[in-house]
């Protein structure tokens, strides 16, 4: 059974600062961006998309984002 929490313990947990991994380098928390790459099919007729998510930060943002 799930414990409660009141709306003052809710509240603290909200403000008591950015959650998530840093970089290693920049030490800048990364942002998850789902990445979608077109391509053209092997028959040549039709395109198709992968999709990836990627980590982001300050460090591999211009690369990324291009």
Do not use: D, H
């Not at 800048?28 to 990627?54: D, H, P």
């Not at 980590?55 to 211009?62: I, L």
């Amino acid at each position: 059974m799930a414990k409660e929490q009141s709306f003052a313990a809710k509240v603290a947990k909200a403000t008591s600062g950015p959650s998530g991994t840093t970089c290693a380098t920049c030490g800048e928390i990364y942002n998850m961006v789902r990445l979608v790459v077109s391509e053209k099919a092997e028959t040549g007729k039709a395109w198709k998309f992968s999709q990836n998510l990627v980590r982001v930060c300050k460090c591999n943002q211009a690369e990324v984002y291009g």
